[in-house]
């Protein structure tokens, strides 16, 4: 069992935190919220002053952030977690962020001599209480053969996608295409209302038929079919409109960083923005099929 480090207590942070604590080792949390941090304390875990009393005497540290922004202060301020690490350490960032400021957190850690991981993951709120995160890794094969053992005690499916910022390029490749396909399974639907087709009906055959998709058969965007759906609670979350916008704005600047065009990414992150800047930022991003009804403002 190992002494952990864990900073980033929020929604996923802490489930996570705590299914460590479980599963035996020494974790010791910082998170700037003193009642997100509780959760680590409720859970067994240890609560720390800062990220240098979090980290230093840690064998593995992992961080869980909201974006790249504060990855990189974690990181990188005076006291924080480049710092402060103790030779030898295993450095896990499971935040969703930028592919370049991954691969340049990774650089700047190997400079000083530590292994750093990038291991963002799919799976939600859900998947972080009940361990069954999907893990993908971008790093070295070494930092991946150390990271797994850890990273399996808060998930089911933990793989190597690549060298450093491979999970993030994979993250942002998976939830481009969740956002276009979110949309296109509501279109579908709201058709199929138009058409007077029964939503079940279209369910029954599309969800077995070439139009099948996770978007259609697991978060089906209106209620009935896939009762734990969110569309049966009022499309509460789930996974913010905000997460979702975030996620594609990544697509969006990794494609143009790289030269490439995404026309349906492009169009999809569109519809997100307005649909989030019509005040629906927290509403569960399947939701966007009341928006292309017209019924969440414009469309
Ligand atoms: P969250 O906002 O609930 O938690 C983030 C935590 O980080 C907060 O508690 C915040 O106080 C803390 N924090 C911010 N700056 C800090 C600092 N400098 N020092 C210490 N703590 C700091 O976010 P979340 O939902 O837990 O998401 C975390 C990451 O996981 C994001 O990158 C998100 O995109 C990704 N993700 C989230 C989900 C989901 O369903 N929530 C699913 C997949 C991936």
């Keep these: 069992m190992a002494k952990i480090g864990f900073i980033g207590l929020g929604n996923m942070g802490a489930p996570m935190a705590v299914n460590l604590v479980t599963a035996g080792h020494e974790v010791k949390g910082y998170d700037l919220s003193a009642v997100n941090a509780a959760e ?34 974690v990181y990188l301020e005076k006291d924080g977690v480049l710092a402060s690490a103790k030779p030898g350490s295993l450095l896990i960032d499971c935040s969703t962020i930028d592919v370049a400021t991954s691969r340049e957190l990774a650089k700047k850690a190997e400079s000083m001599g530590l292994e750093m991981i990038d291991a963002p993951v799919s799976g ?28 399996s005690q808060m ?60 978007s259609m058969t697991t978060y089906c965007p209106v209620p009935g079919p896939v009762p734990t759906s969110p569309a049966n609670n009022d499309y509460k979350p789930g996974f913010t409109v905000a997460m979702m916008l975030k996620d594609l704005l990544l697509s969006q600047d990794a494609a143009s960083s790289n030269g490439i065009t ?3 990414g492009s169009h999809a992150t569109k519809l997100y923005q307005a649909f989030d800047d019509s005040g629906n930022a927290e509403v569960d991003f399947s939701g966007i099929i009341r928006f292309l009804r017209g019924e969440n403002g414009e469309s």
């Design 40 to 73: 680590l304390a409720n859970g067994g875990g240890e609560v720390a002053k800062n990220i240098a009393d979090a980290v230093s005497d840690a064998e593995v540290i992992i961080s869980m952030l909201p974006a790249g922004e504060h990855v990189r202060a």
């Design 124 to 151: 939600g709120i859900m998947g972080a209480k009940a361990a069954t995160l999907t893990f993908m890794c971008g790093g070295s094969e070494e930092g991946f053969n150390r990271a797994e053992p850890v990273l």
């Design 155 to 214: 998930g089911k499916n933990v793989i190597l996608a690549g060298g450093a910022g491979g999970g993030q390029a994979a993250k942002v490749c998976n939830n481009m295409l969740l956002g276009i396909s979110m949309i296109g399974v509501s279109e579908a639907f709201n058709l199929a209302d138009a058409l007077g087709l029964d939503r079940q009906k279209l369910f029954d055959i599309a969800s077995t038929a070439s139009g099948q998709c996770w």
């Design 262 to 264: 995404t026309p349906l």
